[in-house]
């Protein structure tokens, strides 16, 4: 299952409300689609998140998060920690396919 998707639909119209409802998954992908909230890749449609603001490299990034992002916050409920091990595992995973 996915961890997280980037979303693309512009900081300035993401619904505050959904931001609002916290880290455990809330709402179908779905669901966001039809309030504006776009990612970059298809996700499946039924599959629940959670919509996540973090501080990027520039500005404000947003982030479906799903099940397995939640899993790793319980373990620190920061959303920078979370993200933080899941991209550092997938840089792991790159690397060590570069070897093949």
């Known amino acids: 299952q996915p961890v ?11 619904p505050e409300d959904l931001l609002k409802r916290g880290l455990k998954p809330h709402s179908t992908v779905e669901e966001f689609a039809a309030a504006g909230v776009q990612t970059e890749e298809p996700i499946d449609a039924q599959l629940a998140a959670a919509l996540i603001s973090l501080d990027g490299d520039s500005g404000r990034e947003h982030w479906l998060g799903f099940n397995n992002f939640y899993v790793i916050t319980r373990y620190n409920r920061s959303p920078l920690y979370a993200m933080a091990a899941h991209q550092l595992a997938q840089a792991i995973v790159k690397r060590r396919n570069m070897g093949d």
């Open 4 to 14: 997280t998707a980037r979303v693309t639909t512009p900081p300035a119209t993401i």
